[in-house]
């Protein structure tokens, strides 16, 4: 079994940075992807951004050029620092992570979610 523990969400002004944590623990071998998604009042969820085993890091327009993804594999742990935050950036952000065990199997753990909200 794996835990995702997130922290750093908050309320913060248009403009104004936050930065999100998500640390790993557990049984696990190879965390093989590992990011956020978000899901606002009445929308659908949405993938914000994710990183590989192999740093490769994908983003969604409308974040792409003001969020920064990165990891730390000595600590299981996966950053998302979110600069020029907007209104429309208001959600509720969930950790995901993509995880093998030994025995070859990946299975996909979340974390509890942790709200952003952005005045204007």
């Known amino acids: 079994q794996v835990q995702l523990v997130e922290s750093g969400g908050g309320l913060v002004q248009a403009g104004g940075s936050l930065r999100l944590s998500c640390a790993a623990s557990?049984?696990?071998?190879?965390?093989?992807?590992m990011g956020w998604y978000r899901q606002a009042p009445g929308k659908q969820r949405e993938l914000v951004a994710a990183v590989t085993s192999g740093d490769s890091t994908n983003y969604a327009d409308s974040v792409k050029g003001r969020f920064t993804i990165s990891r730390d594999n000595a600590k299981n742990t996966v950053y998302l620092q979110m600069d020029s935050l907007k209104p429309e950036d208001t959600a509720v952000y969930s950790c995901?992570?993509?995880?093998?065990?030994?025995?070859?199997?990946?299975?996909?753990?979340w974390g509890q979610g942790t709200q952003v909200t952005v005045s204007s």
């Open positions: 557990g049984s696990i071998f190879v965390i093989n992807r």
């Open positions: 995901f992570a993509w995880v093998s065990n030994k025995g070859g199997y990946e299975y996909s753990y």
